[in-house]
């Protein structure tokens, strides 16, 4: 299995209140992702990033940011979470070349109150 | 932006049978990569099988292959000889092979359909 940590695995919060989830690999893959994972959507991507400080939006990224300061660590904001944020995050990495598929992390849930 | 289908929400199948998920997309490219990941109720995400759409001949990984049908777009999963274990949420994924940078990179996934296995 690929290195990739995701925490925490779960976590409750309120409304208003900042988040931040890591994702920690050991792989030295160029490439992450955080996608979150809501019922009747499948997985959709939030923000990406193609190397250290080079980050990009996805298709939902509004009420989200992003960081990476290091090749193996890839922290997702969320700045004031509100309920819609509720969801499983995953993180994945891959490496370079298309044909090269995602390797996930474990998720986590967040509940925002 | 391409986009991905799976139509079947839904899907049960008798252990030692055979079932099909299948999966459209719509895309404008030539290049291109396809993938179904397995979802157990572990909520880890599994790589299953992946298909290059330059390659006619249909991917094939032990008891799963696929029916990779270009010109229509289709890209079904078929797990032969059911087992419990293969009761899971299964989703079809798409790569752009063309442009490979920035978005091109992500993989872009359909809705997913549950797999259940009866005895």
């Known amino acids: 299995d690929a290195g990739i940590t995701q925490s925490p695995r779960h976590k409750v919060t309120e409304t208003g209140t900042p988040v931040t989830l890591r994702c920690h690999q050991t792989e030295n893959h160029r490439y992450m992702y955080w996608y979150r994972q809501d019922p009747g959507h499948g997985l959709r991507l939030i923000h990406y990033s193609y190397g250290v400080k080079d980050t990009d939006k996805g298709e939902v990224s509004d009420g989200y940011s992003v960081s990476r300061s290091k090749t193996e660590d890839f922290l997702l904001t969320l700045e004031s979470a509100t309920s819609s944020q509720t969801s499983v995050y995953f993180c994945?990495?891959?490496?370079?070349?298309?044909?090269?598929?995602?390797?996930f992390g474990n998720g986590t849930r967040l509940t925002v109150t | 932006a391409q986009t991905v289908t799976q139509s079947q929400p839904e899907m049960s199948v008798q252990e030692a049978e055979t079932v099909t998920l299948s999966c459209t997309y719509d895309?404008?490219?030539?290049?291109?990569?396809l993938f179904w990941y397995k979802q157990p109720p572990s909520r880890q995400m599994i790589l299953v099988i992946r298909?290059?759409?330059?390659?006619?001949q249909n991917a094939t990984e032990n008891r799963f292959s696929v029916n990779f049908q270009k010109a229509a777009k289709s890209f079904s999963l078929k797990i032969s000889d059911s087992q419990l274990g293969d009761a899971a949420m299964y989703f079809c994924a798409y790569r752009s092979g063309v442009h490979w940078s920035g978005t091109a990179s992500k993989l872009t996934f359909g809705t997913g359909t549950r797999l259940q296995v009866t005895l």
């Open positions: 994945a990495i891959s490496e370079r070349g298309p044909n090269s598929p995602l390797h």
């Open positions: 298909q290059e759409a330059y390659k006619q």
């Open positions: 895309t404008s490219e030539s290049d291109y990569y």
